[in-house]
């Protein structure tokens, strides 16, 4: 900290150690687990123990993780000497359906990168509900070694004889490889052991068979993409950019849909008006804006963009102008094309999806659908279209 210090004492960046990255995160779990005093208690007890703080710390990750997809957590009856447990139960805020978790943490420093053994003994652990099992490999270069630690799960997959199925998730946390040096960011990947429509590499015969699979499994999916969209710590209490809480007074007001500002109208005199709408263009650094003024005039402005207001952007595109509002960007695959469409029409009134498949082939069966199968039908058209 002394060495990245500013000597004004403003607010600056450094770059993440492994020591830091370690600490920090370790921190803002326990933080996060605050409020679920059980489950904090039974963690800060074995954390305190050395022999069990490797174990503990990986679990504070893991409950984390739930309580960020908006899971509850309920705590194992470890009292109950007669048989095993897995280490506690999360409840979807979706389905309500339960689950059991497990966590297991591999040794650093091995030669080898399996990791059958905690799987096998997660999977023999006593489980109330669907099993969920999170298992940390502890490696570094996770991504090179990637191929051949998922070779290995199937191998593990396709010998276990047993009839346990879980939802795999296995993480990397490489903190410890470079505490002095800048940390690798922490990764993983969710496979689904035994359940083949969650595995890594099933195949999919249609769009539609992906949506159901989606839906079957909605809650996993759920909670990889709060997984994705959560991995970093944020830097203020409630939720504001640091870009924006932590500006100096040269910054520029933020730019937030239905905030008045002050906008040069045609004579080029400053008058008040609200901000109906923008877009950004980040290559531009640039944010185009739809204004309406008092008298109810509508006026184009553009802003410039400072490199903190591109840096915040980048990190947050659709609520960046502080309301929801999907900014452009590429479809990952053609799911995420389907959702596209579907957000668009999902509030489309029947009758002009009715007109819109009026020329299809398929027309006397769509029209006797249900309001919504008629909506899935016609975005799954629309990608079908658009990948053609």
Not at 10 to 39: E, Q, R, T
Not at 51 to 56: D, K, P, S, Y
Not at 349 to 369: M, T, Y
Request: aromatic content about 10%; some cysteine; charged content about 30%.
């Amino acid at each position: 900290m002394q060495q990245h210090q500013s000597v004004d004492g403003s607010i600056n960046d450094a770059p993440m150690s492994g020591a830091v990255s370690a600490i920090m995160n370790l921190s803002y779990n326990l933080y996060l687990l605050g409020h679920n005093v059980k489950i904090q208690d039974r963690l800060l007890g074995r954390l305190k123990d050395k022999n069990n703080f490797r174990g503990a710390q990986y679990e504070t990750y893991v409950a984390t993780e739930f309580i960020k997809a908006g899971f509850s957590l309920e705590i194992e009856n470890e009292e109950d000497s007669r048989t095993t447990h897995c280490e506690f139960t999360a409840v979807s805020p979706k389905t309500g359906r339960k689950y059991s978790i497990e966590a297991k943490v591999r040794q650093p420093h091995k030669d080898n990168i399996g990791i059958s053994k905690q799987i096998g003994d997660a999977l023999i652990k006593q489980a109330k509900h669907e099993r969920i099992v999170f298992v940390d490999i502890n490696v570094p270069d996770f991504l090179r070694k990637m191929p051949d630690i998922v070779a290995g799960i199937k191998q593990k997959e396709s010998s276990w004889k047993e009839d346990q199925k879980a939802y795999l998730f296995v993480t990397n946390h490489p903190f410890e490889y470079d505490l002095e040096g800048i940390s690798e960011h922490k990764a993983g990947f969710a496979h689904g052991f035994k359940i083949p429509e969650f595995s890594l590499d099933f195949q999919f015969t249609s769009l539609r068979e992906a949506l159901k699979a989606r839906e079957k499994h909605i809650d996993m999916f759920d909670l990889v993409r709060s997984v994705c969209e959560h991995e970093e710590i944020p830097s203020t209490f409630d939720g504001e950019y640091p870009e924006f809480a932590f500006a100096g007074k040269d910054m520029p007001p933020r730019l937030i849909i239905g905030q008045k500002y002050l906008i040069p109208d045609k004579e080029g005199q400053n008058v008040e008006a609200i901000l109906e709408t923008a877009t950004v263009s980040g290559h531009e650094k640039k944010i185009w804006g739809v204004y309406r003024t008092v008298t109810g005039e509508r006026v184009h402005c553009t802003n410039p963009m400072t490199d903190e207001e591109l840096i915040a952007y980048r990190r947050q595109p659709d609520t960046f102008l502080g309301v929801p509002l999907r900014q452009g960007r590429k479809a990952k695959d053609l799911i995420d094309l389907f959702d596209f469409f579907y957000e668009s029409y999902k509030n489309t009134p029947r009758e002009r999806i009715v007109e819109f498949v009026k020329d299809r082939a398929d027309f006397e069966s769509l029209r006797n659908l249900n309001d919504e199968e008629l909506k899935i039908s016609y975005c799954e058209g629309l990608v079908y279209s658009t990948i053609n």
